[in-house]
């Protein structure tokens, strides 16, 4: 595997302050999702976020998602956990390893919901270019649905459960923000994915933060003046990296 299966620590973490902005609404039928359109109300860049297991309702997510409309992107949630998400804050005697074998969802269950929520965005939407950002569970899927006729350009932080096949299969340029601590996705697994990356066509990036754990580009301790920065940082790598991929299009030069 490209980084190892989630753990308990994926569900630790620190709320922040702020209110969403954005609205939550019913797209193609029946899924729930979390939807934040920038100023100017256009739809032709967008971003769709694949949430850790605290899930599209998680406060914290929600302000990330307010912030890349702020910066241009239609950016929209979905729900893929339909309400087997993790609790926040996750109680003392919460039974994680039965919740993973039993209530978290597999590919089974959340790609039919991207693969909606693609067709929505792209069909009815008219976006025409589209990033993906996966937050721990959600790097999977980043990295499942990097694509023709899926995302566009990915990012992900801390990602979890990506298998050597998935990374393999990327077609576009992928960004990863990376925890100095993380059991998720230790040194040997980013060397691992450096040296898959460096063997591939597609542009990539991999930068590492120094004094945070898994989980700092959603929940980190932002009283902390390095984990303040370390997030602050993962998101604007996202943005640039979608302002390059995204907002400017394919690059005509390939890489050798």
Known sequence: M???????????GVKHEGTPQGEIKTISGDI???????????TQNAVLIMTDVLGFEFPNVQLIADQFAANGYYTIIPDVFR???IPFPMPSDFDFPS???????????????FKETIKYLRG?????????????????????????????????????FVEVEELKGIQGPFSI???????????EKRRETEDL??????????????????GFGVKG?????RGRFAKEMAFLQAVFWFDEYVKKGDHDTPLP
């Open 83 to 85: 309400g087997n998400e």
């Open 197 to 214: 990356l460096r063997d591939m066509t597609v542009p990539y990036q991999i930068t590492l933060y120094s004094g945070v754990e898994h």
């Open 32 to 42: 729930r999702a979390y939807v934040a359109a920038p100023e100017n109300g256009s």
């Open 124 to 160: 009815e939407l008219g976006v025409k270019r589209l990033g993906g950002v996966g937050y721990c569970f959600g790097g999977k899927y980043v990295c499942r649905w990097l694509k023709p006729g899926g995302l566009d350009a990915g990012f992900t932080a801390h990602p979890s």
């Open 2 to 12: 490209a980084s190892h299966p989630a753990q308990k620590c994926c569900a630790i």
């Open 177 to 187: 923000a990376a925890a100095e601590t993380d059991a998720i996705f230790p040194a």
């Open 221 to 225: 301790d932002l009283a902390d003046q």
């Open 99 to 113: 919740w993973k074998a039993n209530k978290m969802p597999r590919e089974n269950d959340v790609d039919p919901i």
